[in-house]
């Protein structure tokens, strides 16, 4: 992940806050971190020792803070930052079967997860981040179920004016003491293999020369589902045909109608 000293940088959904705190041996100029849960329900799952650790630096943290809902944001400075950073988004945990079967009946949770991403994206340059700043936000994922079934560096941005620029490998040893979390559970996850997707407001950006480009982008790969390079036609022909291929289609086209959705409100 290429973080600089002079970015004040924002996290979100951190899980235990072991991210944010390992952040700080970068140096940034200013970091503010924010957790979905209660600092109670973060204590009860993983202790409060980052947090504390977060406190004794001088780093705000902000509590209970969905950035799907800027009522949940409080006294956070709008544009003031260069870098917002989330680490292995994924929507929370549902309460119950039922509130799953509810969800998921109407909407599926490819395209909830999608939305929380780009929900993500756009509140942060409309709201966190400083206009004449860097103007930079960061996704690290995983490149395994669920989360390459969610075209990240092609379909989030699709009809704004965000431009995906490129990614890194995240480097978990460049983050002293930083646990992976899952969702609701105090087991941390143990495959840190990750990706740093990064996009701004331009489609060139002064750290775009240490990314890589988009991947799987031209006629030879299935963009979609990240396959090829198919050198022969039956191979493409094959891939076309295959489970992996149909369903991600399906999450596709599911997508697609979600933003027409959200275009025609
Ligand atoms: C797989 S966990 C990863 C936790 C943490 N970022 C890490 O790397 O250990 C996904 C995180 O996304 C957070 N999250 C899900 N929906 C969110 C939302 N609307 N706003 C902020 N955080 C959210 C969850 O609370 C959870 O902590």
């Not at 329900?41 to 803070?65: C, I, M, W």
């Not at 006294?75 to 929507?91: E, G, N, R, T, Y």
């Not at 509810?102 to 509140?123: D, H, K, M, P, V």
């Not at 002293?176 to 997707?197: C, L, Q, W």
Request: aromatic share 12%; with cysteine; charged share 25%.
């Amino acid at each position: 992940m290429i973080i600089k000293k002079e970015w004040r940088i924002l996290t979100v959904g951190d899980g235990d806050l072991s991210f944010s705190n390992a952040l700080l041996s970068h140096q940034p100029k200013a970091l503010t971190a924010s957790v979905y849960d209660s600092l109670a329900t973060l204590s009860g799952k993983y202790g409060d020792h980052f947090y504390r650790q977060l406190a004794a630096n001088n780093t705000p943290v902000f509590f209970e803070f969905d950035v799907t809902k800027p009522a949940s944001w409080g006294a956070l400075p709008k544009h003031s930052f260069d870098l917002v950073i989330f680490q292995f988004p994924l929507l929370p945990a549902f309460r119950s079967f039922s509130e799953y079967q509810e969800q998921a009946q109407e909407i599926s949770l490819n395209t909830l997860n999608r939305r929380l991403l780009r929900t993500f994206l756009i509140n942060a340059f409309n709201h966190f981040l400083d206009p004449d700043g860097q103007q930079l936000c960061f996704i690290t994922s995983k490149d395994v179920k669920p989360y390459r079934e969610w075209n990240i560096e092609n379909a989030l941005h699709l009809q704004t004016d965000i431009s995906y620029l490129g990614s890194v490998n995240f480097e978990i040893a460049d983050f002293p003491g930083y646990k992976i979390r899952n969702v609701e559970r105090d087991k941390f996850v143990r495959d840190t293999r990750g990706t740093t997707y990064v996009w701004g407001k331009t489609k060139h950006h002064e750290i775009s020369p240490e990314l890589q480009s988009p991947l799987y982008q031209d006629n030879h790969f299935c963009t979609a589902c990240r396959a090829g390079p198919f050198t022969r036609e039956e191979d493409r022909m094959e891939h076309s045909q295959s489970k992996r291929h149909k369903q991600m289609m399906e999450f596709e086209a599911l997508w697609l109608e979600d933003l027409r959705h959200l275009a025609e409100k």
